[in-house]
Nanobody, 123 residues
Framework: HVQLVESGGGSVQAGGSLRLSCAAS????????MGWFRQAPGKEREGVAM???????SVAESVKGRFTISQDRSKNSLYLQMSSLEPEDTAMYYC??????????????????WGQGTQVTVS
């Protein structure tokens, strides 16, 4: 199994920035794709950004130019730098991990492991 722990969420004003972190532990050798998803109350979970082990990244159109995904493989960590935050970005943000196929699209079902989530509130 793989354990994921997110951190870095909080409350910010519109236009502000936050950096989310996701630390992976356990059988991380089985992880070839990690990503960030978010879910607002009453809405479906949506993909925000994802990155393959080789660094190939995808960012959703809704956040492109404002959010940046990165990783530190030496620390088994994934990051999401969020800038120019908008109230519409308010959601619980989840880190997911899975096989390479998970990075083939924005379907959350492709990810095998999930963290507990970290809340981002923009006002």
């Amino acid at each position: 199994h793989v354990q994921l722990v997110e951190s870095g969420g909080g409350s910010v004003q519109a236009g502000g920035s936050l950096r989310l972190s996701c630390a992976a532990s356990g059988y991380t050798y089985s992880v070839y794709c990690m990503g960030w998803f978010r879910q607002a109350p009453g809405k479906e979970r949506e993909g925000v950004a994802m990155m393959k082990r080789d660094g190939d990244a995808s960012v959703a159109e809704s956040v492109k130019g404002r959010f940046t995904i990165s990783q530190d493989r030496s620390k088994n960590s994934l990051y999401l730098q969020m800038s120019s935050l908008e109230p519409e970005d308010t959601a619980m943000y989840y880190c997911g991990a899975g096989p390479l196929a998970a990075c083939g699209g924005w379907w959350s079902g492709g990810f095998e492991y999930w963290g507990q989530g970290t809340q981002v509130t923009v006002s």
